[in-house]
């Protein structure tokens, strides 16, 4: 018996701030949130990399990827995802996700956090900068006397954790 060897991928979407004339820089009390998806769910960031793998790979290299691909996890407040790639085509998928600069008439890019042959250890990635990045948050709201971020970080943990292995 033949066993399927995969890749984990932890990545987290960046987006361009839009150019609103009021910025935070008019307003220094103001705490800057994280900025709405373009892909607001699993499947959005699946057919955001399966065009830009169909688009600087072709129909072969979709056809080897897509196959089997799948996006494990994906929050949309935190901006990060876990997707499953074959270890044979992990590399093509990161130069995919290394190439996107816009989807839907916005700016984005990805940044890979971590590759990993196990999810446990992308779920460890995932929580880690998850937490960093609300707790971020969390600091400038206490300046504005705000705090309904725990609530968010309870809530993404507990999320990356129900994964199934």
């Known amino acids: 018996m033949v066993r399927f060897k995969n890749r984990y991928i932890c990545f987290e979407l960046l987006q361009e701030p839009f150019s609103d004339h009021t910025s935070s820089l008019d307003h220094p009390n103001s705490v800057q949130q994280p900025v709405p998806a373009i892909a607001t769910s699993a499947k959005g960031i699946y ?6 793998i169909k688009q600087n790979f072709g129909d072969l290299g979709a056809g080897h990827v897509l196959t089997g691909m799948q996006v494990k996890y994906f929050n949309k407040r935190t901006q990060m995802g876990i997707v499953k790639v ?5 590399n093509m998928v990161l130069a995919a996700m290394v190439v996107i600069t816009h989807a839907t008439k916005c700016q984005c890019s990805i940044r890979v956090r971590h590759v990993s042959g196990t999810i446990k250890k992308c779920q ?30 309870k809530e993404s943990q507990a999320q990356i954790s129900a994964l199934e292995l």
């Open 47 to 52: 057919n955001l990399l399966r065009e830009s």
């Open 86 to 90: 074959p270890r044979d085509h992990c």
């Open 124 to 153: 460890q990635s995932a929580i880690r900068t998850a937490r960093e990045l609300i707790i971020s948050w969390y600091e400038q709201q206490q300046l504005v006397g705000d705090s309904t971020l725990p609530h968010m970080l």
